[in-house]
Each structure stands twice: as structure tokens, then as C-alpha cells.
């Protein structure tokens, strides 16, 4: 289920991005209204503008609902550990040998200066 959730938030995700680069801005509007053609689009008079704005809504809003799913099933996680619990964690010592006597070992020459 979680799989499918997240596969559906990325399709979700770059299918929002590609509709917010799709639709122009506030300022195109006044080249638009002197004679660009607005009248012979296929979304009527007004454009595509009020049919992307309500697209952009409807898929940002189904984007929240699928975010905040994966957040509370991220957090349902049986496996959870604090920070006390590993805190309580202790490592096993370690003997380490060390080949040889320290004192066996010859003196290094002092190099001149």
C-alpha cells in the first residue's frame, strides 16, 4: 500500500509542476486583451486559464491528501527506536593483543639538526 501511495504522490508531483509551467501569468493577460487571438482558443473566450486553475486545484489538493498519508503511515513504523533506547545500547569490549613486548623494540636514531 505504500508503495502504491508513493508512485501515485510522484505522478501526482510532476503532473502539479507540469500544470503550474503550463499556464501563464497575470501579466500575459493584457497582451491577451489586445488582440492575440483569445476569442478562438478551444476553452472558449476566457482561455484555458479558468480550466488549468481548477485542474492546478484539484490535483495540488489530491497532492496534500496523499502527503499527509504518507506522513501518518511513516509514523505508524513498528520498528521505531528513541534516543534513550539507544542510549541503553551497550557495545561488547574488545581485547585487543599487541604482537611483541613495547620494551623489545630498538631505539630510533636521533637525526641531526
Do not use: C, W
Not at 501526482?12 to 492575440?36: E, P, W
Not at 484555458?48 to 506522513?71: C, E
Not at 513498528?78 to 613495547?102: K, Y
Amino acid at each position: 500500500m505504500l508503495t502504491v501511495l508513493t508512485v501515485v504522490h510522484v505522478l501526482l508531483t510532476i503532473s502539479l509542476i507540469g500544470l503550474v509551467l503550463i499556464q501563464r501569468g497575470k501579466g500575459a493577460d493584457m497582451g491577451a486583451a489586445f488582440g492575440s487571438g483569445a476569442s478562438n482558443t478551444v476553452f472558449g473566450s476566457q482561455g484555458a486559464a479558468s480550466f488549468l486553475t481548477r485542474t492546478t486545484g484539484v490535483v495540488a489538493t489530491l497532492f496534500f491528501v496523499t502527503s499527509l498519508s504518507l506522513a501518518y503511515m511513516g509514523g505508524q513504523r513498528s520498528e521505531r527506536q528513541s534516543v534513550t533506547e539507544l542510549d541503553q545500547i551497550v557495545a561488547p569490549a574488545v581485547d585487543v593483543e599487541v604482537p611483541g613486548n613495547v620494551a623489545d623494540k630498538p631505539d630510533l636514531p636521533v637525526l641531526p639538526k
